[in-house]
């Protein structure tokens, strides 16, 4: 996979999906917590969502401003994700799904996993 074709569907799915954080950040809200009618969870939930979101679209535009970068860098900034979003990956498997407090389950990461695989095969196989 052409590593410029591997950034922009990185930078693109990050970037959206930060707008959306960031947007519907108190309904992700609800959707995150076991106990959406405490206020105060509310929130935390909702300012986590914000916090999160501007991370995320940083992410996103790095990737789309720099998917004409040199064959090497496109390279070491897909490794970064993949390392990045494996430690991800594994809070959200060993923190958040044992957590009461949260409602999480393998569907709410199915996205994150179907990109991180389009990493994968952008650093496994490409092409300049």
């Known amino acids: ?3 410029n074709l591997s950034l922009t ?6 970037t959206l999906v930060a707008i ?6 108190n309904w992700a809200s609800t959707q995150l917590l076991s ?15 914000y916090g999160l979101g501007s991370a995320v679209l940083i992410i996103g535009l790095m990737f789309l401003l720099n998917r004409n ?9 897909l490794l ?18 044992n957590e009461p407090l949260l409602n999480f389950s393998i ?12 990493a994968i095969f952008g650093y496994l196989k490409p092409k300049e």
């Open 35 to 49: 106990d959406p009618s405490n206020g105060e969870l509310l929130r935390m939930g909702e300012l986590f969502h």
């Open 107 to 118: 569907d709410k990461a199915a996205p994150d996993i179907i990109i991180l695989l389009v």
């Open 80 to 97: 970064a994700y993949i390392i990045g979003t494996f430690v991800t990956m594994f809070l959200f498997f060993m923190v958040f799904a």
């Open 1 to 3: 996979m052409r590593t």
């Open 20 to 25: 959306a954080m960031l947007v519907f950040a």
């Open 9 to 14: 569907i990185l930078g693109v799915y990050n």
């Open 69 to 77: 970068a040199a064959f090497e860098t496109a390279k070491k900034l």
